[in-house]
């Protein structure tokens, strides 16, 4: 089972500010089979990033991913007030078929 | 425009069967590649995959929650259903229903159903 951690477990920036958020996998997997999603309180998951690197539909463009084999990493060039929220790795693998990560809280400083 | 929307008990008794639908609109279960997931979160903690069943009807299940769980779809209803046995506390959370579109990630979400076990 491929195990997902990601770091820093919070992060406390201000609107403006870069954010960059780490997920490792255990064992290395394929850039296609890695995703970011975005969670705010009360809501649900929000597909970010697929494929490592491809941004979903109507995601902005200061939203991006990237990385290889077993480090991946999610950047918001400059945060925005809406963008305050938890953010979750996601793996596609054998077995089990997803897992994600712990999250990362991003929060105003 | 593309919905899912999950319904189901607030509550249930520990030992119990929860029974789950996921209603979906704007996409086709028959279509080839489409899958539909269920994923769970109890408060305050991360999320867990549980299930998804494929256009195809093959299904996939959480290794550690195998033996509890089965998902079916009625594909002229547009509905998923996941049934979990044996309920517990730890299985209290907000269970989630979304769309797998190929990308090897879940696409589209419905607003999740929140589900308490306690006598």
């Known amino acids: 089972e491929i195990v997902l951690t990601q770091s820093p477990g919070t992060l406390s920036l201000s609107p403006g500010e870069r954010a960059t958020l780490s997920c490792r996998a255990s064992?290395?997997?394929?850039?296609?089979?890695l995703a970011w999603y975005q969670q705010k309180p009360g809501q649900a998951p929000r597909l970010l990033i697929y494929?490592?690197?491809s941004r979903a539909t109507g995601i902005p463009d200061r939203f991006s991913g990237s990385g290889s084999g077993t480090d991946f990493t999610l950047t918001i060039s400059r945060l925005e007030p809406e963008d305050f929220a938890v953010y979750y790795c996601?793996?596609?693998?054998?077995?089990?078929?997803?897992?994600f990560g712990p999250g990362t809280k991003v929060d105003i400083k | 425009q593309i919905t899912l929307k999950e319904s189901g008990p607030t509550l249930v008794k520990p030992t119990q069967t929860l029974t789950l639908t996921c209603t979906f609109s704007g996409f086709s279960l028959s279509t080839s590649g489409v899958s539909v997931g269920w994923i769970r979160q109890p408060p305050g903690k991360a999320l867990e995959w549980l299930a998804l069943?494929?256009?195809?009807?093959?299904?996939r299940y959480s290794p550690s929650l195998k033996s509890r769980l089965t998902i079916t779809k009625d594909t002229s209803k547009n509905q998923v259903v996941l049934t979990m046995t044996n309920m517990g506390p730890v299985d209290t959370g907000t269970y989630y229903c979304a769309r797998r579109r190929g990308t090897n990630s879940f696409d589209c979400w419905g607003q999740g159903a929140l589900v308490t076990v306690s006598s």
């Open positions: 064992q290395s997997i394929s850039s296609s089979y």
């Open positions: 996601q793996q596609y693998g054998s077995s089990p078929l997803f897992t």
């Open positions: 069943i494929y256009w195809d009807d093959d299904k």
């Open positions: 494929g490592a690197s």
